[in-house]
């Protein structure tokens, strides 16, 4: 299995649940589901409470940390730095396996369940420059920018493909650069990271819940695979190669 955190500054696994009916906001419901995820997972043990949003949160200890959430209409949940894919695996397969119960979630309730692989790659400079570097200055798209006298605002490029007939299988690929106007203005540039994200998207409904681990199986192969074949070699490597590379 390659080391997908060797190559970014933090790599993360995110997971999330989206449903088209509103979760039960009372306290018992929440509470009930937060306590069974800790029994299984005693780090999880912060109850917090964001606009929108209840979160139980482990301490974050040399940049690892894990969490999950329920919002209105979504239950989501993350692994940040793990040793291993199975550990971060192993908190979202038992969201799928606890939560619909909890929650009383049907099958037809579902929306869509997605895996995101996530690549942070930080920068201290005109970070949407660097993207363009990286991935259009070779390509006919270069001609659209003077590079001697426009300052870069924007460049985030998202394209997705559909992987299977249905369409309803798909994968995103995506680049956010966090860039603003205010920073190409006074060429002083916050310490945030470009983001490389893969997402892969299974739509819904389904028919039983017996279905979701084979799911859940299916992205995590597609995104391990789409991962070491693509996006690290033509996203995430050349995006880290350009950050080096400039003075």
């Known amino acids: 299995m390659p080391d997908f955190g060797e190559c970014c500054s933090d790599f993360y696994i995110n997971q999330k649940l989206a449903l088209k009916m509103d979760l039960p906001e009372g306290r018992e419901a929440v509470l009930d589901l937060f306590d ?11 109850l917090r409470r964001y606009d929108g949003e209840f979160a139980l949160e482990s301490p974050e200890r040399d940049r690892r940390y894990r969490w999950a959430a329920m919002r209105r209409t979504s239950i989501r949940s993350g692994d940040v730095n793990p040793d291993r894919l199975e550990d971060a ?26 895996l995101v692989f996530g690549f942070d790659l930080e920068a201290e400079t005109n970070r949407d420059e660097v993207v363009f570097d990286a991935l259009f200055a070779d390509g ?10 426009d300052r870069f605002l924007d460049c985030q490029p998202i394209v997705g493909i559909a992987l299977n007939d249905a369409c309803d299988l798909q994968a995103f690929f995506e680049v956010r650069s966090r860039g603003s106007a205010g920073e190409a ?4 540039f916050a310490p945030e990271p470009i983001s490389v994200y893969l997402t892969i998207r299974r739509h819904g409904p389904i028919a039983s819940l ?31 190669h350009a950050i080096l590379s400039r003075p």
Request: charge should be negative; include cysteine; charged fraction near 25%.
């Open 140 to 149: 006919p798209l270069a001609s659209l920018v003077d590079s001697g006298t």
């Open 89 to 114: 695996y192993d908190l979202h397969r038992l969201i799928l396996e606890v939560a619909p119960y909890y929650l009383s979630i049907s099958p037809l309730d579902i929306d869509y369940l997605e």
């Open 185 to 188: 203005s006074t060429g002083e």
């Open 210 to 240: 017996k279905e979701i681990p084979t799911i859940f199986a299916a992205l995590c192969g597609h995104a391990e695979r789409l991962a070491e074949n693509r996006v690290i070699p033509n996203l995430v490597l050349p995006i880290r």
């Open 36 to 46: 069974r995820l800790r029994r299984s997972i005693p780090e999880l043990d912060r």
